[in-house]
């Protein structure tokens, strides 16, 4: 009777470990799809200058990749990043979206690079070249920015075509070199 009662009890208790381990395996997947669209959309980088769409990396859904999708001013040597990703493979760690490489489209140059998000408006980014350079950015979700929400801009930018804007409209460039030369 004993012997049957340690058997019964023994795969109670194998019935419950596995259990635990699909619910477990369940939390931590959940988790990190959860992180992954904590962060996706649209960002205003530091300055208001460009653009930037946080989306799953294609190659796997698990890590973060960025696209620059917009400049302020097209003329920058930056523009020749427009439509390609300038943040990939970053993994999250529960804390912070770390292993990521960034690449300055400014000069070109890589870096490795973390994110944490700070609430649900706001990225720090910190990019670093041999651990000791680094930089950091404060990045703001673009549909939280007060003077930008349901403004008709705020969508995303294309043309007539639905072919994404490579250059931001004439009348923007006059009105941002008018507030440059103040």
């Not at 200058?49 to 917009?70: K, M, Q, R």
Request: proline share 4%.
């Amino acid at each position: 009777m004993l012997r049957y009662l340690i058997q019964a009890s023994g795969t109670l208790f194998v019935s419950i470990f596995l259990n635990l381990v699909v619910v477990a395996e369940a939390c931590c997947d959940e988790r990190d799809q959860s992180a992954i669209s904590r962060v996706v959309g649209r960002w205003a980088t530091q300055g208001y200058g460009a653009i930037v769409v946080l989306h799953a990396c294609e190659a796997d859904s698990e890590t973060l990749c960025g696209t620059l999708e917009w400049l302020w001013d097209a003329e920058r040597p930056a523009a020749r990043y427009l439509g390609e990703q300038i943040f990939w493979g970053a993994v999250f760690d529960g804390v912070h979206w770390r292993d990521g490489r960034m690449r300055n489209p400014e000069d070109g140059r890589e870096y490795r690079g973390r994110i944490t998000r700070l609430d649900d408006h706001r990225l720090h980014l910190r990019g670093c070249a041999l651990r000791v350079l680094c930089q950091e950015q404060l990045w703001r979700r673009l549909e939280s920015l007060p003077h930008l929400s349901g403004a008709p801009h705020c969508r995303p930018l294309a043309d007539t075509a639905g072919a994404p804007i490579k250059h931001m409209p004439e009348e923007l460039a006059r009105i941002g070199g008018l507030l440059r030369s103040i």
